[in-house]
């Protein structure tokens, strides 16, 4: 667990598209509900974010004062060695390091071998974003 990079952040500087880590899951920020703050205590912030990697939707209930881990997200550039499938084999541009990873349905039959695409790592998880440019 020494190279997942994960930050804390005040639950009042989050916005929808932001990231956060609930129940150890990366995940996208979709809605933030804030609730007046009461008699004596602090306004509760509903959090409901989406899962980078599952799809699942995830709800966090937590004050403004609070602090929540956020997870640092790495873009990597690898090149499509074979395609097999529904998976693509992919060695990275910087390390050489060769891998594979399922493609995603909006992209499956846009990539071939040869096609340079780009990789979102987070917390020792890849997947494949877009192609890139």
Do not use: W
């Not at 598209?17 to 509903?46: F, L, N, Q, W």
């Not at 209930?61 to 499938?85: F, H, M, W, Y």
């Amino acid at each position: 667990m020494d190279d997942i990079e994960i930050l804390k952040e005040s639950v009042k500087k989050l916005k929808p598209g932001r990231y956060i880590v609930i129940e150890g899951i990366p995940c996208r920020v979709v809605d933030m509900e804030t609730s007046t703050p009461g008699k004596h205590g602090a306004a509760k912030v509903r959090i409901t974010a989406i899962g980078i990697f599952d799809g699942q939707k995830k709800t966090l209930l937590k004050t403004s004062a609070d602090e929540v881990d956020v997870p640092i997200l790495k873009k990597r550039k690898a090149q499509v060695v074979s395609i097999t499938g529904n998976s693509a084999q992919l060695m990275d541009s910087e390390n050489f390091e060769i891998y594979e990873l399922p493609i995603p349905t909006d992209l499956s039959g846009k990539i071939s071998a040869g096609a340079e695409l780009e990789i979102t790592e987070v917390m020792g998880q890849k997947q494949i974003s877009r192609i890139a440019a």
